[in-house]
């Protein structure tokens, strides 16, 4: 009986005997002004609409003397001139507890899936600050991924921070449900923003599946929400995975894609009255990336490894928000059209990829596995025109001659199906048969030994 009066005590703990009220005195375009009520940035208000007979849920994004301007997570018809807006007294909180796993949720942490109410253990702020510097753990232990390429030569580490970057229509979406149906993580969140509807049942149905979901939290803000629900969509998403490594989880955190976040925050903070910088895009926007980006990663209790997927406009890779992400997190992956246009899948460009703890997680024998495939590939890739052209003759230098006799086995070992299931034992043992170094049994752990002598010696 304890948990069924859980949300009664919550509503009560966190009812406001004080109530300040304002009202509409202006609609325009994504803002709506009104006369007060007394509150703070990032305040959540209701603003009754009298011919509905109902109220939406709005967000103060700016003040000016009494004025406030406030963004609505809903539809704004039917608002009128006069109509109450109320304060809550409190910031968007998501509601959190088990009860979320195998649910989806929306922007505010209500359930989006009409599978009922989802009875929450605890209320955590959307937007808070990242873990102190000085407590996070030390990353020193890899985490399964199920996706041979990277396993294998771009090792991820468990609250390791890692980029996706790509054009549209090369799997980005297809490649995180591989990952989330594989990995050993103990729970799965994914943030799908800005997406299409239809891509949001494509990816719970087809590439998560039944069992990816159960372990599982989606949060959804499709491309025709407002532009506050698809920004604060982001922050929700990530506060679910702070509350599960809070409790001592190895979270994979899964978000597709930062670009929408950023577009949202481009479209809010124009209409604020913030001047285009970079690309059209105001200086907030490269305020906020850093400081959710950070909030991942590990603390003292738990991990979050994270997956942020980059939608590369124009496929150009150093426009300002692929190159602001990829500067913030710990590797990036880059998935190429010229791969996915030879149905290479994942279409990942090993050459152009980094993980920046791929050492500090990889045992000595595979690393030099590692760095043999690497070397046959990129001598591959300087001359594979003149290979194919038949320009370049056998005998003229054995490295390259080496590389075109290993090309197929390489091939063969990145490319995968959507739905094989790979463990990191799997994976070890085709990338030491591939460059014929013997990976010891120790090192198919998850921390092999002597795999971070550096960091070993400095945490002495």
Known sequence: MESFFDKYINAVRSTDTIKYTGAVTAVKGLMIESNGPRCVVGEICRIEVPSEK????????????????????????????????????HVLEVPVGEGLLGRVIDATGRPFDGKGDILPKAL?????????????KPINRRITTGVRAIDGLLT???????????????????????????????????????????????????????EGLKRSVIVVATSDSPSIARLRAAYVCT??????????????????????????????????GE??????????????????????????????????????DGDDLDEPITD????????????????????????????????????????????????????????????????????????????????????????????QETEEHLTMEDTLNRLSELSGIAIPKEEYVESPANAHPTFDILAK
């Open 54 to 89: 109902t109220s939406i849920t709005a967000e103060v994004v700016g003040l000016e003397d009494t004025t406030v301007r406030l963004m609505a997570y809903g539809d704004t018809n039917g608002i009128e001139i006069g109509a109450q807006v109320t304060a809550s007294g």
């Open 124 to 136: 955590y702020p959307a937007i808070a600050s990242a873990p102190n510097p000085l407590e996070r």
């Open 156 to 210: 991820v580490g468990k609250g390791q921070r890692i980029g996706l970057f790509a054009g549209s229509g090369i799997g980005k979406s297809t490649l995180l449900g591989t990952i989330a149906r594989n990995t050993n993580a103990d729970i799965n969140v994914i943030g799908l923003i800005g997406e299409r509807g239809r891509e949001v049942n494509d990816f719970i149905e087809r590439d998560l599946g039944k």
């Open 239 to 272: 506060a679910v995975a702070e509350y599960f490594r809070d409790q001592g989880k190895d979270v994979m955190m899964m978000f597709d894609n930062v670009t929408r976040f950023a577009h949202a925050q481009r479209e809010i903070g124009l209409a604020t």
């Open 275 to 312: 001047p285009p910088a970079q690309r059209g895009y105001p200086p907030s926007v490269f305020d906020m990336i850093p400081k959710l980006l950070e909030r991942t990663g590990t603390n003292a209790k738990g991990t979050i490894t994270a997956f942020y997927t980059v939608l590369v």
């Open 324 to 415: 602001k992400v990829r500067g913030t997190l710990d590797g990036h992956i880059i998935l190429s059209r010229a791969l996915q246009a030879k149905q290479h899948y994942p279409a990942i460009d090993i050459l152009a990829s980094i993980s920046r703890l791929s050492r500090r997680v990889s045992g000595p024998e595979t690393l030099k596995a590692v760095t043999k495939v690497k070397k046959w590939i990129a001598d591959y890739s300087q001359q594979e025109e003149m290979i194919l052209a038949g320009v370049y003759q056998k005998g003229n230098s054995p490295e390259i001659d080496e590389a075109i006799d290993k090309h197929q086995e390489i091939e063969e070992f990145l490319c």
